[in-house]
């Protein structure tokens, strides 16, 4: 991803909520820079949730593969007739 928006936070202090407002139409993060340095980027909520959903699936494949490399796994078959044992008991 190319951040292209980037503005220094005098203009964030000053444009605050143009700022949002920018930001949930345009859906675009932005870069905030002190002293020239980027030190913070913002967003909008929609686009927030929506990264947090996708590290969440994320962390699962990741722990799912571990699982896979270490051997933890079960066949198909067999956890289904566990789960139906399960739903019977």
Do not use: C, W
């Amino acid at each position: 991803m190319k951040l292209t928006h980037i503005k220094p936070i005098s203009y964030f202090k000053a444009n605050a909520a143009e700022i949002v407002r920018q930001l949930a139409e345009q859906r675009e993060p932005m870069v905030i820079t002190q002293n020239g340095e980027a030190t913070a980027v913002i967003q909008d909520i929609a686009s927030y949730e929506e990264t947090q959903e996708t590290m969440a699936l994320l962390r699962i494949l990741a722990l799912g593969n571990r699982q896979i490399e270490d051997g933890r796994v079960t066949p198909a078959a067999a956890a289904i007739r566990r789960l139906r044992e399960k739903k019977a008991a």
